[in-house]
């Protein structure tokens, strides 16, 4: 069975940074594009950033995703992070050689993970 699962969230003070991970089983993260999104409460979900299976590290302004095949999982570290960031994360793995924005682009969803800013 293909399944992505996110973890790393939690609650952290404004200013602060967190590192979310996405790890997958049933197939191989190598073969897919990463794609990173979030909703926050009310709000649609927004595409926050991506890395495609030919690119190891993608740095698009606080965000970096990285990819880690040996252990199947891809991160996003996040930086000077504020009350605005709060959302549920999600990753997804898409087929595309590009970074799609749109979801339904992507094959694969993991189930979220919580992120709050806040003081």
């Known amino acids: 069975q293909s399944q992505l699962v996110e973890s790393g969230g939690g609650l952290v003070q404004p200013g602060g940074s967190l590192r979310l991970s996405c790890a997958a089983s049933g197939f191989s993260l190598a073969d897919y594009t990463i794609g990173w999104f979030r909703q926050a409460p009310g709000k649609e979900r927004e595409w926050v950033s991506c890395i495609n299976r030919y690119s190891s590290d993608i740095v698009r302004g606080r965000f970096t995703i990285s990819r880690d095949n040996a252990w199947n999982t891809v991160s996003l570290q996040m930086n000077s992070l504020s009350p605005e960031d709060t959302a549920v994360y999600s990753c997804?793995?898409?087929?595309?050689?590009?970074?799609?924005?749109?979801?339904?682009?992507?094959?694969?969803w993991g189930q979220g993970t919580q992120v709050t800013v806040s003081s």
């Open positions: 997804a793995a898409s087929s595309a050689w590009y970074c799609p924005r749109e979801t339904y682009e992507y094959r694969y």
